[in-house]
């Protein structure tokens, strides 16, 4: 394909996009314009390793398993993209990650029990699961939903995607809330510090920083699913 050919393609994609976008709600578009992976075979986990990304201390590469017990932990700069079962995730950079057993008796399951993100940027996607993620300052109890979260010491930024969630900050048992999501509709800090029953705050639901919808797709396609909001 030469320049023009190539030039006259973008062109027209973005011409596309700009109908698509007049005709259809945004979720739609995104669908229009993004395609989805194919589900991940049961003998595969990680879809996607950029950077460097170790799972028990051992560098991640395409044949690395991942399952309930381990940790994942990311360099800087990383992004690992994986399932568990029918659990997909997004880790960035500088994460750390502990992906806790349902049952601690069964070495062999798939089922995750809870997830624990002592810092940085997880994205997971999940249905009729009942599990916790727990952050340093957070205690998010999931019941099947796409959620993104920022963990730091002091803050963790919180996005129900869609769903039901209950969130609990660490410190101060009053300061709860329970969230209903159709799409990204109450994004929350949860502050490690604060008055009681104030450790709580809206975040602003038009960021929705360092996380998209193609994203959601991409990764609920890894365990062949849709996301609700298409």
Not at 93 to 122: P, Q, Y
Request: charge should be neutral; aromatic fraction near 6%; charged fraction near 20%.
């Amino acid at each position: 394909m030469n320049n023009n050919d190539q030039t006259r393609r973008r062109l027209l994609q973005g011409m596309g996009a700009v109908m698509l976008s007049a005709l259809l709600p945004a979720s739609k578009v995104f669908a229009a314009i993004f395609t989805p992976p194919q589900k991940l075979p049961a003998t595969q986990s990680v879809y996607r390793v950029k950077g460097h990304a170790w799972v028990n201390g051992n560098r991640v590469d395409a044949n690395t398993r991942i399952v309930p017990g381990d940790t994942v932990k990311t360099a800087e700069g990383a992004e690992l993209v994986f399932v568990v079962g029918d659990h997909a995730m997004l880790l960035r950079g500088g994460s750390h990650l502990v992906i806790e057993r349902k049952d601690e008796n069964d070495l062999s399951s798939l089922l995750i029990g809870g997830l624990r993100l002592f810092a940085g940027k997880l994205l997971s996607v999940s249905r009729n699961k009942g599990l916790r993620i727990a952050t340093p300052t957070a205690t998010i109890g999931i019941r099947g939903t796409g959620v993104y979260l920022e963990a730091g010491a002091e803050k963790t930024y919180f996005c129900d995607c869609y769903g039901e969630v209950d969130v609990a900050a660490n410190g101060d048992a009053t300061s709860n809330e329970t969230v209903v999501s159709k799409h990204h509709d109450k994004p929350l800090y949860i502050l490690g510090n604060g008055q009681p029953g104030q450790c709580i705050h809206d975040a602003n639901r038009l960021a929705h920083p360092n996380h998209t919808d193609d994203e959601l797709i991409m990764a609920e396609a890894l365990v062949g699913r849709m996301p609700p909001f298409m």
